[in-house]
């Protein structure tokens, strides 16, 4: 298999992937540019990517699912390490206070209550566990999203049902859970979360369609969007980040492409046409990171 540059990125936004991982028949490679830069060993091949983060370093943290690890990458596209999850799947995961990781992980069957068990976990940036919580209230339930709340050190949750919830650790001997719920706002089936650096909260609503905003105090402001296949309108969003200038950037999933909004709500344009995207990340040198169901790719500039 080799590395090309995507041709489904679009053109007239002048960008070329920068590196790319693709996993699509379990082999991984990485490329600085549109050349093969090494092919990787079985420390870094994917297997289900369900979870992407960017440190203030701009390492790249990427939830290997089915392989029960986090893989870790430079913006380069070069495998750096990887950590265990133990016997648990990563779900989710979002950067920190310090660049520590939140991680939320699950084992067992998502459709089988039974046999269904998730805890929130938290590691340093090499694979090291300061806390772990395991939360009765949200034990059951499948998470979807996570992201740390800078301005009040709380770390927001979206649950698969109609939920979204603040979760405030508590740093005991035994951790803690304290939950307080966001307004549903009428929620269906809410996904990822992010938060902008005014605190503002955005919470993509995957079967809605549509994104809600909350103030940093989790008051509901307004929503935007809506299902449909034509300029500002999504299809199964999945993924949300906002950049440095504020833009909030999604996942259009089965619309196959990457959108820009504005904070208010407005449809900036469409950033790239890539293959049914789930996850979205920004670099601190202006690169944008879109994640695929086997794969990562590095845009340069967006």
């Not at 310090?98 to 067992?108: A, E, M, P, Q, S």
């Not at 904070?263 to 049914?276: D, L, M, P, S, W």
Request: with cysteine; glycine share 8%.
């Amino acid at each position: 298999m080799a590395i090309q540059a995507d041709s489904t990125v679009n053109d007239e936004c002048d960008m070329q992937p920068y590196a790319v991982a693709d996993m699509s028949d379990h082999e991984a490679y990485l490329s600085a540019t549109t050349n093969v830069r090494q092919q990787a060993s079985k420390a870094d091949i994917y297997d289900r990517v369900e979870g992407l983060a960017v440190s203030s370093t701009n390492e790249i943290f990427v939830a290997d699912e089915l392989n029960k690890r986090i893989q870790v990458f430079s913006m380069k596209g070069d495998f750096l390490r990887s950590f265990s999850t133990g016997n648990m799947k990563p779900q989710a995961v979002c950067i920190g206070h310090n660049d520590t990781l939140w991680i939320v992980l699950y084992r067992g069957l998502m459709n089988q209550r039974s046999t269904y068990e998730n805890v929130i976990q938290q590691y340093s940036k090499d694979g090291h566990v300061p806390a772990k919580f395991t939360c009765s209230s949200t034990s059951k339930k499948q998470i979807y999203g996570i992201a740390w709340h800078k301005l009040s050190n709380r770390i927001i949750l979206t649950l698969g049902q109609v939920e979204v919830l603040w979760f405030s650790p508590s740093y005991t001997p035994t951790p803690a859970c304290n939950m307080t719920r966001l307004p549903a706002a009428g929620f269906i089936m809410p996904h990822s979360v992010t938060v902008d650096t005014k605190g503002n909260i955005y919470v993509i609503e995957s079967t809605g369609s549509r994104i809600n905003k909350y103030d940093k105090n989790g008051v509901y402001l307004s929503s935007f969007g809506s299902r449909g296949t034509g300029a500002g309108n999504l299809y199964f969003p999945e993924g949300i980040c906002v950049d440095s200038s504020g833009r909030v950037i999604v996942a259009d999933s089965r619309n196959s492409r990457v959108e820009m909004f504005t904070a208010e709500g407005n449809h900036i344009r469409t950033v790239a046409y890539i293959n049914q995207p789930k996850h979205v990340a920004t670099g601190g040198e202006g690169q944008l990171l879109v994640s695929q169901k086997w794969s990562v790719t590095i845009l340069p500039k967006y």
